[in-house]
Nanobody, 126 residues
Framework: QVQMKESGGGSVQAGESLQLSCRHSGNPWSSYCMGWFRQVPGKEREAIAAISSDGRPSYFDSVKGRFTISQDNARNNLYLQMNSLKPDDTAVYYC????????????????????WGQGTQVTVSS
């Protein structure tokens, strides 16, 4: 029914760039908040970037100015352009959608996210 699938992860050196994509289907996504999250072993999944149905973005402070979230006109695809990657960015990255409260990475909790992709690994070496 509802499906989300990330792609674009890989292994890069510090300072390089990657673009992640998330294809989603089974829902018009017209009113959902959508976003990108990342998780490293032993730590909670954390919100990195979010975008509202009208295209308003928000970013976690550690990626602000380096990462850009965007979506296509029909919200069938979600993107995360990651520039100036750092070793600390190494994580499994997930797209997620539909959570209560504001469409803001400062307030979202991963437990409240309704839909998830399977994750894609990003590894940044120094």
């Amino acid at each position: 029914q509802v499906q989300m699938k990330e792609s674009g992860g890989g292994s890069v050196q510090a300072g390089e760039s990657l673009q992640l994509s998330c294809r989603h289907s089974g829902n018009p996504w017209s009113s959902y908040c959508m976003g990108w999250f990342r998780q490293v072993p032993g730590k909670e999944r954390e919100a990195i970037a979010a975008i509202s149905s009208d295209g308003r973005p928000s970013y976690f402070d550690s990626v602000k100015g380096r990462f850009t979230i965007s979506q296509d006109n029909a919200r069938n695809n979600l993107y995360l352009q990651m520039n100036s990657l750092k070793p600390d960015d190494t994580a499994v990255y997930y797209c997620g959608a539909d959570w209560p409260g504001p469409c803001d990475v400062r307030t979202v909790t991963t437990r409240g996210v309704h839909y998830w992709g399977q994750g894609t690994q990003v590894t940044v070496s120094s």
